[in-house]
């Protein structure tokens, strides 16, 4: 059986294996394998990183995040500036079209609209701006409006899942209605139930995806 303290050291450890986080500033909350992280970092792309360090650990079921970011004197940037370097940033990008993208910064957070045709220009979206100088948090609300619009079909969706190396596809149960996929039962970890979703939004034509998948280990909590 796997303790919450040893889960909690777990934990902390992936926080301190990470050369950017300093480990005093995050605090760690363990209770049947949902993570709660407290404190302050310096930036938002230091947020992130605690949060994936700690998705990454076995035995995790779900991450509450409650950092928060604190900017240095030297790191505030009106929103004014920090939306002509979002700007800039997205334009950069070869895997962004950067001219379907309504932006709007407000108190330092970065807010991204408009219609994407792919998930993984969405993705590239957010990385383009969250790593950005006085960027606070980015909410992204952009929406995939792919350009087919054949018929999705379950088994291209359930074929790709088994392919993948870290998958037991036999416990995923795909459902197709329209432009949405749906994925429904089981997986080992918070990776496998990301790469799932990830996969399934590679599918051409795939407006939305559900992932209804639970994260479920061999081992208790005591």
Known sequence: MKSNETLQQNVEDAIKWEP???AAEIGVIVKNGVVTLTGTVDSYSKKLEAEHA???VAGVLAVVPKIEVVLAGSAIKTDEDIAASA???LKSSWSVPDKDIRLKVHNGWVYLEG???WNYQKDAADRAVQDLAGVKGVINNLKI???S????EQKLVEDALKRHWSINADN???KVSGTNVTLEGTVGSLYQKREAARIAWKTPGVYTVDNNLEVEYDYAYT
């Not at 619009?149 to 999705?152: Q, R, S």
């Open 145 to 147: 409006k792919s350009e």
């Open 149 to 152: 619009h054949d018929k999705l």
């Open 172 to 174: 995923i149960r795909v």
């Open 54 to 56: 700690v998705r990454n």
């Open 87 to 89: 700007l800039a940033a």
């Open 20 to 22: 950017s986080l300093h």
């Open 115 to 117: 219609d994407m045709r």
